[in-house]
């Protein structure tokens, strides 16, 4: 494994295609860095206050060309809700296997029992047992054997909710009329979602990632998909969210997008619960890739440049050449690094950055092309928002806070950084560096008389 650590890092801090793998020991820092875009930022979270308080809507659209970071507002919307809500289980879903509600099902059961464990199952139906509801023969039958806790029949009846099929001896046993179809399907998600809430109090975040996959699968198939959508976002309207990332085609598609074959559903979906994600300005592009660099810096020698071992010309570089598209600066960045360390640089400057162009054009051919096709799509979509566009000025101010504590030596009273901040008023500036607290860029420490603030 490559030791970064001559560049005071602990590892690379650019993940190659945009985000680490979910099963990496920093995902969850990386998931918290969703930078240059503060608006989106504050409004995912006004989503989740509103999900916990009972006020949200249950859909939410996350629109963006490929690389504009959808992934990353998933993941950060996951792991906010893990830090600040008892009351929220988040499931992230890479995708879904095929446009069926069974593929939902056995992701939905496969996520929660992964994450919860099967005792949560099992004690989920056991507490359903005293509450009064309608539902299919089925959805019932498969509660009482979680219930029963008796493996012979809890391993089989999950077996069966997940679409795998049983025998008629196992299904008679069970009390199943047949194998899991659509709308049994739809019965067992919505009442498993419905439970989590009415017994349990808790909402459930259902944040699914690359939902224009589907595109590909037959017109009746995606009909379908949309109508069980429609039904469950009807149903369970008040005990969870539901996200959906993916690329504008999803809406516009003229032959299989939500809007052609299913308006009911499109209905559903208000603008005030669609958002765009739009490129970075090359000051937000700057300060993502500042702020990995912080975030993977080894403690002991944080006060190092922040933007080393890269120059401020070759950072710039880099968010000309990505064109505000994160994952691309990402990229170029991660191999940049990578290259620079096996052939020992000690600086990456923006002639460096040329030449990784020049020797990994294939590697990034994609990333070398201008937008043709998806672009001209996106360039499109972006005529018509449907959504508030994030607002890059508070990215500039931490950014510029970040430069005078440099320039302080790591650490300063908060008076004297304000004088210099006068962009803002003071209430303003003390509500700015709270939020670069939380995000992890620096520490708030009280002394008599005031705060220190120390970069980190």
């Known amino acids: 494994m490559a030791d970064y650590r001559k560049y005071g890092l602990i590892r690379n801090p650019f993940p190659l295609h945009g985000s680490f793998p979910l099963d990496d020991k920093y995902e969850e820092r990386y998931a918290k860095l969703l930078i240059g875009r503060d608006n989106l930022k504050e409004l995912l979270r006004k989503k ?43 499931l992230y879903f890479k995708g879904l296997p095929g446009p069926k509600m069974r593929d939902l099902l056995r992701t939905f059961l496969d996520s929660l029992e992964g994450i919860l464990g099967r005792d949560y199952l099992m004690k989920l139906a ?3 047992l005293n509450v009064e509801r309608s539902g299919l023969v089925d959805t019932k039958n498969f509660l009482l054997a979680l219930a029963s806790k008796n493996r012979s029949k809890v391993i089989p009846a999950l077996r069966w909710a997940k679409g795998y099929g049983l025998s008629d001896q196992m299904r008679e046993k069970l009390g199943l009329v047949s194998d899991l179809d659509e709308s049994v399907a739809r019965d067992v998600l919505s009442t498993l979602l419905e439970i ?9 975040l259902l944040l699914i990632d690359e939902v224009e996959e589907l595109l590909k699968y037959d017109q009746e198939d995606l009909y379908d998909f ?31 997008g939500i809007a052609a074959l299913n308006p009911a559903l499109n209905s559903r979906i208000s603008d005030e619960n669609t958002i765009i994600l739009s490129p970075l300005d090359s000051i937000g592009i700057r300060a993502m890739i500042i702020s990995y660099l912080r975030e993977f810096r080894i403690p002991s020698v944080k006060k190092l440049m922040s933007t080393y071992p890269f120059t401020e010309e070759a950072i710039n570089l880099i968010a000309d050449l990505s064109r505000g598209i994160p994952r691309n600066a990402l990229m170029l960045a991660s191999i940049a690094l990578r290259e620079a360390l096996s ?25 070398l092309l201008e937008f043709k096709g998806e672009g001209e799509e996106r360039r499109d979509f972006k005529e018509k928002p449907v959504g508030p566009a994030p607002v890059d000025e508070r990215t500039a101010l931490k950014v510029k806070v970040i430069k005078i504590l440099e320039e302080l030596g790591g650490v300063s009273p908060r008076s004297r950084i304000q004088q210099r901040v006068k962009e803002i008023s003071r209430k303003k500036f003390y509500r700015l560096l709270e939020e670069m607290r939380d995000e992890g860029m620096i520490d708030l420490i009280k002394v008599r008389g005031g705060y220190r603030v120390v970069l980190k």
């Open 226 to 256: 949309y109508s069980g959508l429609r039904n469950l976002i009807d149903t369970v309207s008040t005990g969870m969210m539901m996200v959906l990332a993916s690329t504008p085609s999803l809406l516009r598609d003229e032959e299989k």
């Open 343 to 367: 052939k020992g640089k000690k600086q990456i400057d923006d002639a460096f950055i040329r030449t990784i162009l020049e020797l990994r054009k294939d590697e990034l051919a994609d990333f």
């Open 196 to 204: 989590i809430w009415e017994v349990r109090g808790t909402k459930t």
């Open 48 to 90: 989740l206050e509103n999900l916990r308080a009972g006020e949200s809507s249950a859909v939410l659209l996350l629109l963006g060309d490929y690389g504009t970071g959808k992934t990353h507002c998933l993941k950060f919307m996951q792991h906010w809700a893990i830090r600040k809500y008892r009351n929220i289980i988040p």
């Open 126 to 128: 056991s507490e359903s």
